[in-house]
């Protein structure tokens, strides 16, 4: 009976292993699906804009004037936002190499997570998979591209002279351009009155864009994140207790099983000691 009990407890924490393990690789799919699908697109987009506008042409979307494909580059971080000079490139560039194995450690932790919901993962692989795009920009187009310029010829893929900039010196390409309106300050507004403004100003890539919209969804549609993290360790610490506990009533029952067995020994060996009398 007690060989059946260890042997039921043996089968029920492969069960409980085999089903976490199956859940991970799920989660685990639909995170790789996203990043790749993102990079895919925004790799494409990048390498046709430079490989076929000159830098600052522009070709309206749909005929719109207010949606446009505007070829810019720029040497810091998203939405045309600058850190100027080399070192502050190469810090750029190095921040968004160690947020990357940051949120590749933290999507692990994620999807062996049971509670973790496919949005929520679905919103931290577009921004890992944002991140990585401006981080192949930086890393590899001023190795394999020549330089784009106003008025110039479009840029070359694998140039026979070599690229434009060193490893980790690339500029990221932008291409997505909103100009949605146009006006001007009131007066009376401090600082800005009077000025003019347009919006949307900035200029914009794919990569970008999935940065955004994975924040916003987990701000807007995922906030029960921000509360679940104790939950989660709770339920990792409440498995392990209970594999533990398991793991401890088997070989409780195994050494109740060898108590007994030397009791049945020692008794027989008393038996057979003892001499029959008439």
């Given at each position: 009976?007690?060989?059946?009990?260890?042997?039921?407890?043996?089968?029920?924490?492969?069960?409980?292993?085999?089903?976490?393990?199956?859940?991970?690789?799920?989660?685990?799919?639909?995170?790789?699906?996203?990043?790749?699908?993102?990079?895919?697109?925004?790799?494409?987009?990048k390498i046709w804009v430079k490989t076929?506008?000159?830098?600052?042409?522009?070709?309206?979307?749909?005929?719109?004037?207010?949606?446009?494909?505007?070829?810019?580059?720029?040497?810091?971080?998203?939405?045309?936002?600058?850190?100027?000079?080399?070192?502050?490139?190469?810090?750029?560039?190095?921040?968004?190499?160690?947020?990357?194995?940051?949120?590749?450690?933290?999507?692990?932790?994620?999807?062996?997570?049971?509670?973790?919901?496919?949005?929520?993962?679905?919103s931290f692989a577009l921004i890992l998979?944002?991140?990585?795009?401006?981080?192949?920009?930086?890393?590899?187009?001023?190795?394999?591209?020549?330089?784009?310029?106003?008025?110039?010829?479009?840029?070359?893929?694998?140039?026979?002279?070599?690229?434009?900039?060193?490893?980790?010196?690339?500029?990221?390409?932008?291409?997505?351009?909103?100009?949605?309106?146009?006006?001007?300050?009131?007066?009376?507004?401090?600082?800005?009155?009077?000025?003019?403004?347009?919006?949307?100003?900035?200029?914009?890539?794919?990569?970008?864009?999935?940065?955004?919209?994975?924040?916003?969804?987990?701000?807007?549609?995922?906030?029960?994140?921000?509360?679940?993290?104790?939950?989660?360790?709770?339920?990792?610490?409440?498995?392990?207790?209970?594999?533990?506990?398991?793991?401890?009533?088997?070989?409780?029952?195994?050494?109740?099983?060898?108590?007994?067995?030397?009791?049945?020994?020692?008794?027989?060996?008393?038996?057979?000691?003892?001499?029959?009398?008439?």
């Amino acid at each position: 009976t007690l060989s059946s009990s260890s042997a039921a407890s043996d089968v029920y924490k492969r069960q409980l292993l085999s089903s976490k393990s199956k859940e991970v690789l799920k989660k685990a799919g639909i995170v790789i699906g996203v990043i790749f699908l993102v990079l895919f697109l925004d790799q494409w987009s990048k390498i046709w804009v430079k490989t076929s506008m000159t830098y600052g042409e522009e070709i309206l979307i749909f005929g719109w004037e207010w949606a446009k494909i505007h070829f810019v580059e720029n040497n810091g971080m998203a939405f045309g936002i600058s850190l100027g000079g080399n070192y502050g490139k190469l810090a750029l560039s190095l921040f968004r190499i160690l947020a990357v194995g940051f949120l590749i450690y933290y999507l692990r932790l994620l999807m062996k997570t049971e509670k973790t919901s496919n949005g929520l993962l679905i919103s931290f692989a577009l921004i890992l998979a944002g991140a990585i795009g401006n981080i192949l920009d930086s890393a590899f187009y001023g190795l394999i591209f020549s330089e784009s310029t106003y008025h110039g010829a479009t840029a070359t893929l694998f140039p026979e002279g070599g690229g434009y900039a060193g490893f980790l010196h690339g500029k990221v390409v932008d291409m997505l351009y909103f100009p949605m309106f146009a006006g001007q300050y009131p007066s009376w507004l401090p600082f800005k009155g009077g000025e003019s403004f347009l919006f949307f100003k900035p200029v914009f890539n794919l990569a970008d864009t999935s940065i955004t919209v994975g924040v916003l969804n987990i701000l807007l549609f995922q906030r029960s994140f921000f509360s679940a993290d104790a939950e989660k360790q709770e339920e990792m610490e409440a498995e392990t207790t209970v594999i533990a506990a398991v793991d401890a009533d088997g070989e409780q029952k195994e050494e109740i099983q060898g108590i007994e067995d030397q009791g049945g020994v020692d008794a027989n060996q008393s038996n057979e000691q003892v001499e029959p009398t008439e």
